[in-house]
């Protein structure tokens, strides 16, 4: 299973294609709620307001095969400063797990340390938050398990990248002309 994280004034387009199109694709993904109280519902960056399938208290590693940090901002800064987020990144990191993050999110990765000798890319402005990482001006980059997206208009292709690598690339292609992403 792969986690999603939404946290208040997360990027709406990133988090939501993203999880749909994985989902299409038969990776099974739950998005999770990182919200101080107990509540499923998350409110994104621009006040879309989005029910999660499960909470952040409620994560854990049993069947963890990877997460996924979606940018926008203050979610960004609410993903980097909740320690079980942190917890469930680290243990990807550490079991050779997966680790998707785009905009602003690759910033918590550098924080941790995890893109140091890396290629990564993230929303212009936040490069020097990826501590220690080959910065690559490109809508996607992918550096073993670690793949990192630009932002909101580079999220198409972020999700293609990431179905190719857990799917195929005749899934993700096959998942791109169904959705007449021809470009």
Known sequence: MFYCFLADGFEEIEAITTVDMLRR?????????????????VTGAHSIPVTADMHISDANTSDLCGVFLPGGMPGTTNLDENSKVRELVAFCADNDKYIFAICAAPSVLGHMGLLKGRKATCYPGFESELAGAHYCDAPCVQDNKIITGKGPGA????????????????AS???????????
């Open 25 to 41: 694709a038969g990776v099974d993904m739950k998005t999770v709620a990182v919200t101080g109280d107990a509540s499923l519902t």
């Open 155 to 170: 999220t198409v292709g972020f999700a293609s990248m990431i179905i190719t690598e857990l799917c195929s690339d005749d």
């Open 173 to 183: 292609k096959m998942l791109r002309a169904s959705m007449q992403c021809n470009e």
